[in-house]
């Protein structure tokens, strides 16, 4: 194509013009020339026309021209990527220059124009193909049928009737399958359009030199006293191709619905509180510490903290769960939530990239691109799998010729060319990342993140649950439930003092302390000194008095007084479930304070699936032994450890995991990060954010077992699936390849056509990805 000087888009640079597909690129080269023609150096990213406008393409945008082309994507900064092949990466849409298969956008937007665009230009060339082949079929196979729709024609007329009819199916139909098995031959990255390619050219170019020189064929060929024409072959091979391409890119754009779902909940427009008034301003506006009204029935915009109102907010969306949460002043909100009865107004808190949706989407959307260790053992056998399928077809057509009937070379031609259509290594690279992907996104819809697919294929094989108590089983709100106070001192002087210190602490237990001081209307006093000893307690100085909180064992190793005195009343409250600590003030027990920390309703239930999936759930709790005993009585745990610190966490799994265990951790994410480290899966309970998301392998944003229990049936119908997935490929395959070399022909007297051939491997990729799809709509309770 020349490009009209006049109409090119074009910029100037160190006294040299450089032209340019479209202005995205023009801009990019204005802002970072030098940057722009280092690409340059790599034909695959950037080949700037310098100088004069000529054949060019600044980008990999896909068929782009400088001018009079195609517009450039909806989004030309859109980074595409290929679901077999998640390194390859590249701006804009195009083909996998090691598979061939058309890349996708790395990261589902709500719109996703640029993959709608792939798909409206696949199925134009289908349908265009389509309405070219069935006349060409009919040309054909209709004598077969009794329907001659050609009676009359001399049989050189048919061929170039024939030929008329296949030219635009071949080259411009099937162009992007040409386009990506020359390249893969250039390349040397061998893949089903190899394949394609090979198979239709070569029956496309027979058929057209028998038509230019029918004489020039050899005897062997002829069938029923002439050459054979195999036009109506490559035709129907490159529309059936087209049709499995159009087929799978449907599908391929349901595996990004979860996100597409995500990134919907968030609303377009919020209500933005200013010193003028209020103003609806668009979600992008939104700024940290801005003030913004919710009214009731709609949804929270960004994250926030409210700072006035009172309502009901339904979290199902995120968390799974149903029932909606009261909201008040002090309390957070997270974006893409639905506000329920009441107004609310909120101070934004996470803006843009800083929500938990956000981060969310954006977890799901890697690990959807991640690959499964399984997926090795695939790309091993599709290093092979072309060159052999190649070697297949050589062999085959030396056989029929050496020793088939006649026609020898016709019959040579037919199963060598079915041999190269049938064979389909597509299906095997498609069997684990569209089940992956499609797993992902069935988890993120139950609140279940997983961050990779590892942890998908490790989760399947844990046999044995750790979890902690506090946030994990319970509420992980806790409440004071009784203060046995010691001496002369009285509740209101022992909630004086330990709120103090434990106000600088962010253990629930602390905060529940520093609820029930402030319920009570006692002063707030400052401490000093706060020190945090870790898995024992706090300590600091209030009002002149050294003030130690923690464990029984804590305060003895401080040789504080009084202790044995109220043991016996300390396990009154623990044998109830109530975790007991205790206070000292100088050197003298001053009170032990009794808090109780509801089950969670969902944690009987959770535990019972667990137990019937065939996991041992063990229980390791900071707390008492008769506390911990009380919980795991109640809740039926298999085994219970107390009194462990987070060290001694580490260390049990590490033991476990010797002993031949695949152990999964379920804690808060921050005080059991090293347990969650250890672990051959981390679970972080609570509500996806910070330290939690980023550290585990798996996040439950419901925060609690019932997500431990759908994980597990997560990964293992995931896999199971991936298994379907494979056994198929490999089956389909290990049978085709020989039925296309002639397998049934001694028996039954038939040779696959390459028509049927072409069929079946469109649809072996079509079946592999609707199986996939089927984990959608899978049940994981």
Known sequence: ??????????????????????????????ADPIGVLKKSQQPKLVSLSVGAPSDHSCCSHDGQRAAGGPKPPADPNAIYTCPMHPEIEQVGPGDCPICGMDLEPKFVSATDEGEEQQYRDM????????????????????????????????????????????TPVVFWCGWPLLVRGVKSFRTMNLNMFSLIAVGSLAAFFFSLFVVLFPTWIPQAFYDHGQPPLYFEAAAVITTLVLLGQVLELRARRQTGGAIRELMQLAPEIAHRIT?????????????????????????????????????????????????????SEGHQVTGGTLNQTGALVIEAVGVGGD????????MVAEAQRSRAPIQKLVDVVAQYFVPAVIVCAILAFIGWAVFGPEPRLAHAFVSAVAVLIIACPCALGLATPMSVMVGVGRGAREGVLIKNAEVLEVMEKVDTIIVDKTGTLTQGSPEVSAIETMGNWDTNQVLRLTAAVEAQSEHPLAQAIVRHSKSEGIANVEADGFASITGGGVQAKVDGHDVLIGKAELLESRDIQGIDAARQLAEQHQSSGATVIYAAVDTQLAAIIAIADPIKPNTPPALK??????????????????????????????????????????????????????????????NDAPALAVADVGIAMGTGAG??????????????????????????????NIRQNLFFAFFYNALGVPLAAGLLYPFFGVLLSPMIAAAAMSFSSVSVITNALRLRTTQLE
């Open 275 to 327: 010193p003028e008034g209020e103003e609806d301003v668009a979600l992008e506006e939104v700024r940290q510490g801005d003030r913004l009204r919710i009214r009731p029935g709609e949804k929270v915009p960004v994250d926030g903290r409210v700072i006035s109102g009172n309502s009901s907010v339904d979290e199902s969306m995120l968390t799974g769960e149903p029932l909606p949460v009261s909201k």
């Open 1 to 30: 194509m020349s490009v009209d000087p006049d109409t090119a888009i074009s910029a100037d640079y160190q006294g040299q013009t450089y032209f340019f597909c479209c202005t995205s690129c023009q801009r990019k080269f204005n």
């Open 123 to 166: 199925r134009s060339r289908f349908w265009i193909g389509l309405l070219l082949s069935l006349p060409l079929l009919l040309l054909t196979m209709g004598p077969m049928l009794g329907i001659h729709v050609a009676q009359g024609l001399s049989a050189t007329t048919q061929g170039w009737l024939q030929l008329a009819l296949a």
């Open 691 to 720: 330290v939690a998301i980023e550290s585990a392998g798996i996040t439950l944003v419901g925060g609690d077992l019932k997500g431990v229990a759908a994980a597990v049936a997560l990964s293992r119908k995931t896999m199971r």
């Open 355 to 362: 929500t938990v949706l956000h981060r969310i989407v954006q």
């Open 609 to 670: 699936k667990l137990h019937e999936m065939g996991l041992r759930v063990i229980m390791l709790t900071g707390d008492a032994k008769k506390t911990a005993k009380a919980v795991a009585d109640s809740l039926g745990i298999d085994e219970y450890h107390a009194g462990v610190t987070p060290e001694d966490k580490h260390d049990f799994i590490v033991r476990l995991k010797h002993d031949g265990k695949t152990v999964a951790m379920a804690g808060d994410g921050i």
